[in-house]
């Protein structure tokens, strides 16, 4: 009997395994960002913040970090409340909102950035290099077929590829960043 | 020059990769909850609770979803406001409050979880059978490490048993579910 249902395990499984290796990193992420006063979302939007250049508008971050404008603003009142950033209206456009990081901000992000990189390393690097290459590989077809799920009809290559040039784009600037 | 940032860019890039891989599937979900005018967060909730057995106790629902009972409180709130769930005070004790389904939210559950099935087994099979044992696996190493990192000096395999048991009895729960 069981075997019939082996198929049907293996997907359910799989699709739990991300979701589940998501929420155990996201948990070792709050612990590392918390001893510098920050929660790992903080942490993140201080790095979008950081990748698009200041002054940074709502909606960008919100496309960049893959939320809602709504959700996004309210996280900046929260953080503009607690030092982190500053918001300032743009002179030519009373409507624009830029975000600017304070030096309260920007004295919390080098060390966070640099701590949240050895935890990095100490989580991913023990896999051997062809596994590691390999769960890159099979990540990225399961994204595929996520793409295809949210843009029916769309060029899935060229949406892969764009979003494969700005993730390296990043990793560069985290690099460079940390010398 | 950029070979000395090979090892580097593997790393950060399957770190990202796993993130950025739940954040898909999250966008496919919210779509595909939203048909049935549930958000994922909610959709979770309610199967947590089926899970669990009703009624369920909000900190009981916050550790298997892996929030802080706070959270879960606030959403367990939206979600009586929009009528998926009542909340009923424990008559022995009137400190602990009980969390049960209403119809509507059990109307919504059913054809939600089909919905979600579809859209897991149109994700995950076009997958080889063979890639799907082999991202599990190496996702189980990330989550070992993960593990570590968050419970040290505890039994982590014992810890990842559990978790693979309580994995192992949802699925058999959703699939008798789904018949």
Not at 98 to 124: C, D, H, L, M, Q
Not at 129 to 145: A, F, G, M, P, S
């Amino acid at each position: 009997m069981t075997t019939d249902y082996k198929p049907y395990n293996t997907v359910l499984r799989l699709w739990f395994m991300i979701h589940r290796t998501h929420d155990m990193l996201k948990m070792c992420e709050d612990q590392v960002f918390g001893e510098y006063k920050l929660t790992r979302e903080q942490y993140i939007l201080l790095l979008a913040i950081m990748y698009l250049g200041e002054p940074a508008r709502p909606t960008d971050i919100a496309r960049w970090v893959g939320r809602s404008t709504n959700s996004v603003s309210m996280l900046v009142d929260r953080m503009v409340k607690a030092g982190l950033l500053k918001r300032v209206r743009d002179r030519s456009d009373r409507r624009v909102v830029n975000v600017f990081i304070t030096s309260k901000g920007n004295t919390a992000i080098e060390p966070a950035t640099r701590a949240g990189w050895e935890y990095v390393w100490k989580i991913i690097s023990p896999l051997p290099d062809e596994d590691k290459h390999t769960l890159i590989r099979l990540l990225e077809q399961v994204q595929y077929e996520a793409s295809s799920y949210l843009n029916q009809g769309a060029d899935i290559e060229g949406i892969m590829r764009n979003e494969a040039k700005s993730c390296d784009n990043l990793m560069q600037r985290l690099i460079a960043y940390l010398g």
